[in-house]
């Protein structure tokens, strides 16, 4: 790891991500305009059950793996290959209960084929142990390219689709075949990176430490990521495949800047889990710049998002989300709401992790998982889509709560003080976009132009330049750490 890598890493899955932003709206777009409500609504859910099967897959092994070979280097290997194992043997029952839902609650029965090759999958996602190789190596360059190729691949296979008039079913079809290559393509790649391929019997029983160290961890991320994507399942169930289409238009056009975040996190996994260890303080000053930061780029966010919606939603699909039977806007605000809050949790997920605060996590994460499907039961077959997406955001907004409550009061009366300057452009830019609100062209154009402005003017925050030096100083001795423990290891 070279001086400044997680920042070239932070700038790398920033290119991609605006890059795969552009394409994702563009696929959102088509298939919004071309589809169905009830086939926008299929392709949704196949696309959320693969990514909760990620999720269940992964378990916060993929941190934890990272974590584990920033402090032993030497046992890279073993480490890789444990974690292959383990997502091998797991991979067998999550294909089962795979089987069981889309042959059963999610009624895709009268679609074999479509799921069959659900299964099939999501028993070869155990191969996205590969992935944690780009992790551990800051090498995002070559994974960043290979999954926007894919996404590129996929928008053109389903532009000739729907040229032919295909179904629902065919772009569900593929979406999984995306899935599918997503990590075949990967798992080439990096054993290209690191010039040798995994090999792991199929029950090898040395996963089991990487096992209990990650299993607290692990479930935590799964009952958050449930918790986020359980409003998919309960409107497919409760209210239909058509406001399951509503739902997805407007999470389309929102779920991207999910990502955001991790842009700055998964980075600074392995920095900050020595960092920790050996200067908690300076991790700690990072770690508020940081959250200073994402909550300045989430509030810019918010106030485009919610005062544009209706734009948004006649840029993207015409007026078939925005009439009067099936309107997506006051859904597509509060999606907003809630992607702008879970910019912020991934980075406080991260300080949890790299802190050891495993058990902390999980009893928050199934309190809110908890609490948000009720709270989805209730509210779904009464107010569909809508309701789905306020339960969202305030389960969205219950996360962050109380992985922000525990910090002292002390340090959070400093952080919100230091909020104030990041807070100003969002203001300026509500008073501008309300009074632009009679013309909403040109108010979409000054916030298309505005918005990048602001948020390239918080990234160079004198504060924000400062925090960069010092994380490149504390890459600079992790790297003379990690030189020397493979120098030691060869020796022995």
């Not at 980075?267 to 940081?290: C, E, N, W």
């Not at 991260?350 to 902390?360: C, N, Q, T, Y």
């Not at 490149?472 to 022995?492: M, P, Q």
Request: charged share 15%; hydrophobic share 55%.
């Amino acid at each position: 790891m070279s001086r400044g890598a997680t920042t070239r890493s932070q700038y790398v899955l920033l290119a991609s991500q605006l890059s795969r932003f552009g394409v994702s709206l563009g696929i959102a777009a088509m298939l919004g305009r071309t589809l169905s409500p009830r086939d926008f609504g299929l392709v949704a859910l196949v696309s959320t059950i693969f990514l909760v099967a990620q999720e269940l897959l992964d378990m916060g092994t993929t941190g934890l793996a990272c974590r584990e070979i920033t402090r032993r280097p030497a046992d890279e290997e073993s480490i890789l290959s444990a974690l292959l194992g383990w997502r091998r043997l797991f991979s067998i029952p999550l294909a089962a209960v795979a089987a069981g839902l889309v042959f059963g609650p999610f009624a895709i029965d009268d679609q074999p084929t479509l799921a069959v090759s659900i299964v099939i999958g999501i028993f070869l996602l155990h191969y996205s142990a590969y992935h944690v190789v780009f992790q551990v190596h800051q090498a995002f360059g070559k994974a960043a390219l290979l999954g926007l190729s894919i996404h590129l691949v996929f928008f053109a296979a389903c532009a000739v689709a729907l040229g032919f008039a295909a179904t629902g079913t065919v772009i569900a079809l593929l979406v999984v075949a995306r899935e599918i290559v997503q990590v075949i393509s990967s798992r080439w790649v990096a054993q290209r990176m690191i010039g040798y391929r995994l090999k792991s019997p199929p029950f090898d029983r040395d996963w089991m430490p990487l096992w209990r160290m990650a299993w607290m961890f692990g479930l935590a991320g799964v009952f958050y990521k449930l918790s986020i994507s359980a409003g998919t399942f309960f409107v497919w169930t409760f209210a239909g495949p058509d406001a399951l289409g509503v739902y997805n238009a407007a999470q389309r056009i929102v779920s991207p800047v999910r990502d955001i975040a991790w842009i700055f996190a998964t980075p600074l996994i392995a920095t900050m889990s020595v960092g920790f260890g050996k200067d908690p303080d300076v991790m700690a000053a990072q770690l508020a710049r940081y959250v200073c930061l994402l909550i300045g780029a989430a509030a810019v966010i918010a106030v485009c998002g919610i005062l544009l919606a209706p734009s948004l939603l006649h840029l993207f699909y015409g007026r078939r989300y925005d009439g009067p039977t099936l309107s997506a806007t006051t859904a597509l605000r509060w999606q907003v709401a809630a992607a702008c809050v879970a910019v912020i949790t991934p980075l406080l997920i991260v300080d949890k992790l790299a802190r050891g605060r495993e058990r902390e996590l999980l009893a928050k994460s199934l309190t809110c998982f908890v609490l948000g499907c009720v709270a989805h039961r209730l509210t779904v077959p009464a107010f569909g889509a809508n309701g789905a997406s306020a339960i969202t955001a305030a389960t969205e907004l219950s996360v962050l709560v109380a992985l922000w409550m525990p910090m002292p009061l002390a340090c959070q009366a400093r952080l919100l003080a230091r909020l104030f300057a990041y807070a100003i452009p969002a203001a300026g830019m509500t008073a501008l976009l309300v009074l632009l609100a009679p013309w909403p062209i040109p108010q979409f154009i000054v916030a298309c132009v505005l918005a990048p402005m602001v948020l390239v003017l918080l990234w160079q925050l004198p504060e924000q330049r400062a925090g960069r030096a010092s994380l490149h100083r504390t890459e600079a001795e992790l790297a003379r750490t990690r030189v020397g423990a493979l120098h030691g290891g060869s020796a022995s």
